[in-house]
């Protein structure tokens, strides 16, 4: 019998509150729905404000030989062509039209003297491309995003939800459960349809930007009722998170400090990225500099708590460095009494972003499952093996829209009839009760604990750097806390009950481990974020296929999926890059490549 629960309903649920999420509710609802947000945390809070540098778009304010072409082939070329061609290629069209969008919605940014946006430089972007307010754009984006979204009609939010089940009709989406966070009480939403816009799942790992909420818990929602995941082993670790002090390691330092001519420094005061890349120096991808961080720390050549220098007082005047990057001034002056304009910031790797994600249709953000979509970090494709920094705004705004607008179009066309399960709704409520029941068994694990040691396993064994042997132990690791979570039990009862909330937590964060592990070891090549310390180079079969996870039974199993190849014009595009390279080009591509860069002719 089930437990009393509140009942919702609406044409179209919006997982998530975060720029992907409010964007797609928006488009949503302008196409005629009645449409529900449901947020894990508060409304404008969200991992969203952590992209602080900027959005990537060809607007070619600064550098007019910019355009949306360029774009297309620094991305894929950055994402080391593994990338979802058709998703890339709708993005650097589209992002520049949203980010003039967001402009009318009463957006802010950074002006030329001519009062046109401002744009700076950013890792691997052949040109100056990054809309930016100061180090603050992610925060901006989303406070004016949320202004539109109360202002749109037909939209309705409902804050601290978890959901923790999607709910089926047959073999199409047509609602969730979960509870709310303050006091544990039951709800279900039935849907017409619903769009997945969760974010990342950093939080499995020691050192990570994200903050709490980011426990994979969208992905695991899509696995779980039947979605695939694509390209898990892509798991971007920034180069520059605080390493000091421990309270803060692992939060964010913007690439805007890189952007605006940082330097980055090893224990000898030697500009070490000149070793690594001499060409882009601190603003090569961020998988070059990240790996160029950890090789310094492993040679003895790093700071004093793991990571290297990054020194921006040398560079500019402290009027300019407050009025670029106010928040980083705040953030080393109150968290770490460092004043930036005098001194260098200690930073190392963090993991900020997953490359990987649910699988979806360019054009639709439809996932394999019919009824359900997904849009921004939690879904897959767009960014490849690696991410350039700016892709991840314009990616929420761009494929928000296209999620919205298509499961609005599913919602009016399939989505009358929306018939939930009582069963699967109690079988989800007697799942989340067990953690508060003392039934016997013995011993009583700390989920807390249990966390602890998952972000050990993940970061030592499943980090920036893996082979054979460490992913295998980070494999055994996780099947061995999966026991330990099983027996996991909490007092207290369900309101305000943070240790109840991680006990469920605990199972999003298993289901993304095993899958980045075993995509992982799948994908036997290093390759953008995948560094393999047992297969250093890249394998040129494994550049033709992405990974997806799936469901096998109770089971999960890594298939590799052909990717589909650029056509001969859009292959020609990337030599409007400054970082194309004939002579890198895979065979399969060869004969449509063109022989030198234009950027560099």
């Keep these: 019998m089930n437990e009393p629960y509140t009942t919702h309903e609406c044409d179209v649920l919006v997982v998530g509150a975060?720029?992907?999420?409010?964007?797609?509710?928006?488009?949503?609802?302008?196409?005629?729905?009645?449409?529900?947000?449901?947020?894990?945390?508060?409304?404008?809070?969200?991992?969203?404000?952590?992209a602080e540098g900027g959005v990537s778009a060809a607007l070619g304010n600064l550098d007019g030989e910019d355009d949306w072409e360029t774009h297309f082939?620094?991305?894929?070329?950055?994402?080391?062509?593994?990338?979802?061609?058709?998703?890339?290629?709708?993005?650097?069209?589209?992002?520049?039209?949203?980010?003039?969008?967001?402009?009318?919605?009463?957006?802010?940014?950074?002006?030329?003297?001519?009062?046109?946006?401002?744009q700076r430089p950013f890792g691997a972007h052949s040109w100056k491309r990054l809309c930016y307010v100061g180090d603050?754009?992610?925060?901006?984006?989303?406070?004016?995003?949320?202004?539109?979204?109360?202002?749109?009609?037909g939209v309705d939010v409902h804050m601290e939800y978890t959901l923790t089940r999607l709910l089926k009709d047959g073999d199409r989406v047509c609602g969730a459960i979960?509870?709310?966070?303050?006091?544990?009480?039951?709800?279900?939403?039935?849907?017409?349809?619903?769009?997945?816009?969760?974010?990342?799942?950093g939080r499995m790992f020691r050192h990570t930007s994200n903050s709490w909420e980011g426990t994979g818990d969208g992905a695991a929602l899509a696995y779980n009722a039947g979605a695939d995941l694509l390209d898990m082993e892509f798991m971007q670790f920034h180069p520059t998170g605080m390493?000091?002090?421990?309270?803060?390691?692992?939060?964010?330092?913007?690439?805007?400090?890189?952007?605006?001519?940082?330097?980055?420094?090893?224990?000898?005061?030697?500009?070490?990225?000149?070793?690594?890349?001499?060409?882009?120096?601190?603003?090569?991808?961020?998988?070059?500099?990240?790996?160029?961080?950890?090789?310094?720390?492993?040679?003895?050549?790093?700071?004093p708590h793991g990571g290297a220098f990054l020194d921006i007082a040398s560079v500019h005047d402290a009027v300019y460095i407050k009025s670029k990057l106010?928040?980083?001034?705040?953030?080393?002056h109150a968290l770490a009494a460092v004043d930036i304009t005098q001194e260098p910031m200690e930073v190392g790797p963090t993991i900020h972003y997953t490359m990987g994600g649910v699988r979806v249709e360019a054009e639709t953000a439809a996932?394999?499952?019919?009824?359900?979509?997904?849009?921004?970090?939690?879904?897959?494709?767009?960014?490849?093996?690696?991410?350039?920094?700016?892709?991840?705004?314009?990616d929420i705004l761009v494929f928000g829209r296209c999620a919205g607008i298509a499961a609005a179009e599913f919602a009016k066309s399939n989505g009358v009839r929306r018939n939930v399960s009582e069963t699967e709704i109690a079988e989800e409520q007697r799942s989340m009760l067990a953690y508060l029941d003392d039934d016997g068994v013995k011993p009583v694990e700390n989920p807390y604990l249990v966390h602890v040691d998952l972000q050990k396993a993940m970061q030592d064994d499943a980090?920036?750097?893996?082979?054979?042997?460490?992913?295998?132990?980070?494999?055994?690791?996780?099947?061995?806390?999966?026991?330990?979570?099983?027996?996991?039990?909490?007092?207290?009862?369900?309101?305000?009950?943070?240790?109840?909330?991680?006990?469920?937590?605990?199972?999003?964060?298993f289901v993304i481990s095993e899958a980045i592990v075993r995509s992982a070891l799948s994908r036997r090549e290093s390759r953008g974020s995948q560094w393999r310390f047992d297969f250093e180079n890249k394998d040129e079969t494994l550049g033709q296929v992405n990974f997806a996870v799936r469901r096998d039974g109770e089971g999960m199993k890594v298939v590799g999926v052909p990717l589909e190849l650029m056509p001969p014009e859009a292959v020609k595009r990337l030599a409007k890059s400054r970082f194309y390279d004939a002579a890198t080009m895979p065979s399969y591509y060869r004969d449509a490549a063109p022989a030198t860069s234009e950027a560099g002719a």
């Design 18 to 50: 975060g720029g992907a999420g409010m964007r797609a509710a928006v488009a949503a609802a302008e196409a005629g729905c009645s449409t529900l947000v449901v947020s894990k945390s508060l409304l404008g809070k969200a991992h969203t404000v952590m």
């Design 73 to 118: 082939a620094d991305t894929m070329l950055g994402g080391q062509l593994v990338n979802n061609w058709r998703m890339v290629d709708l993005y650097a069209r589209d992002v520049i039209d949203r980010v003039y969008e967001l402009e009318r919605w009463g957006g802010i940014f950074d002006r030329t003297d001519d009062g046109r946006i401002m």
């Design 136 to 153: 603050r754009t992610g925060l901006e984006l989303i406070r004016t995003c949320q202004d539109k979204l109360v202002h749109t009609p």
């Design 178 to 201: 979960g509870y709310r966070r303050n006091d544990g009480r039951f709800v279900a939403i039935k849907a017409g349809a619903v769009v997945l816009a969760t974010g990342g799942w």
């Design 243 to 303: 390493m000091w002090p421990p309270g803060v390691r692992g939060l964010l330092v913007t690439e805007a400090v890189r952007g605006e001519g940082g330097i980055l420094k090893n224990s000898d005061g030697r500009r070490f990225m000149l070793d690594y890349d001499a060409k882009k120096m601190e603003l090569s991808s961020r998988d070059v500099v990240a790996r160029s961080i950890y090789k310094e720390v492993k040679a003895g050549r790093g700071s």
């Design 326 to 332: 106010p928040s980083m001034y705040e953030q080393f």
């Design 367 to 394: 996932t394999t499952v019919p009824g359900l979509y997904a849009a921004g970090e939690v879904a897959g494709g767009l960014h490849g093996a690696n991410r350039l920094g700016g892709n991840s705004l314009g």
């Design 463 to 509: 980090g920036i750097g893996r082979s054979e042997e460490s992913l295998t132990r980070a494999l055994n690791a996780i099947g061995e806390l999966r026991l330990r979570a099983a027996r996991a039990r909490v007092g207290g009862g369900r309101v305000l009950n943070p240790g109840w909330h991680t006990c469920r937590d605990l199972e999003n964060m």
